[in-house]
């Protein structure tokens, strides 16, 4: 069969991820669209602080497949199943990672490319992209049919578009809550594109000259930044007072907190009972689990708000 192409995209290679060779594919200064959220600020797993030091060689947390990652890789084939079934007219064609023709440092691997379902399988030419997620709780997801999906996964998808160049609209296949099956589209945005590349190309820039972005306050920069020394040296170091101030401060103010969410918790879990959810006007407040008929934990709803 004749080797995949699009229009501006070059198929490197089809890897699994956490291989050596997935790691590879990603390594040095590129920007893949799974990094493109995390170079533009908007990653919930990755910063620009620990994106660039694993960009620069430098001690970074290893790459850790969550349960959410793990699940999501396994019902990727039976959220495409279903797409399939309620799209005869498209042929899903699996892929692998791509770089952009002209841009050797921009790179994508989209889960799956879609063509126009008629005549042979070989004749068959991509038109667009095709993502599958899966989502807990459905925060963030609109409507079934709009474009409303969580900005880290629009910001992914234009990546992969302007990358292959494909730019029709792509389709994202949803399974939220083990159950709801939900359809989204995402429009290539040609400015929204070219801010992306602005971005990356600076921040790959910033890699190659040495220039750290600034600390900030995710928990990947405070792991990146644990990694950084090595040993221990029995010596005092000496640093500012306005710094010391905001430590002392976060502390004293992570304990009040800490305090009034006991408090908060424990009222919640009193007017549920033995029920499942707490929820106010409509809005889910909070979700009970139990183990052994007893209270497990109490997990807050993803999408807080004080209106419905």
Avoid at 86 to 106: A, F, K, N, S
Avoid at 259 to 279: C, F, M, P, Y
Wanted: aromatic share 8%; charged share 25%.
């Amino acid at each position: 069969m004749t080797e995949i192409q699009t229009p501006t995209g070059v198929l490197l290679g089809r890897y699994t991820p956490g291989t050596p060779e997935w790691d590879a594919a990603r390594a040095g200064l590129c920007i893949t669209a799974t990094e493109i959220a995390a170079v533009l600020g908007l990653s919930p797993w990755q910063s620009r602080f620990s994106l660039w030091h694993k960009k620069a060689g430098l001690p970074s947390p290893p790459f850790v497949t969550s349960p959410e990652m793990k699940w999501g890789s396994r019902l990727e084939d039976d959220v495409f199943e279903e797409f399939d079934e309620q799209h005869p007219e498209y042929l899903v064609m699996e892929t692998g990672t791509w770089r952009h023709r002209d841009r050797e440092w921009q790179r994508a691997t989209p889960d799956r490319l879609l063509a126009i379902r008629e005549g042979g399988a070989s004749d068959m030419v991509p038109i667009r992209i095709g993502e599958a997620k899966t989502s807990p709780w459905g925060d963030h997801w609109g409507p079934a049919g709009s474009d409303e999906i969580p900005v880290y996964y629009r910001a992914q998808v234009i990546w992969q578009q302007d990358t292959l160049g494909l730019l029709d609209p792509a389709h994202i296949a949803v399974l939220i809550s083990g159950h709801d099956y939900r359809e989204y589209t995402v429009e290539y945005d040609a400015a929204d594109a070219e801010l992306m590349r602005k971005a990356a190309r600076e921040f790959l820039d910033d890699v190659a000259a040495g220039v750290r972005p600034p600390i900030d306050d995710s928990t990947a920069t405070y792991q990146t930044v644990r990694m950084q020394p090595e040993g221990r040296e029995d010596v005092d170091v000496e640093i500012p007072g306005p710094l010391r101030d905001r430590y002392f401060a976060a502390l004293d103010g992570a304990e009040a907190a800490s305090a009034e969410l006991t408090g908060a918790r424990s009222e919640v879990l009193d007017h549920i009972g033995n029920g499942k959810r707490a929820v106010c006007l409509g809005q889910t407040v909070a979700t009970r689990t139990v183990r052994g008929g007893k209270t497990h934990s109490l997990q807050p709803a993803k999408n807080r708000s004080n209106t419905a």
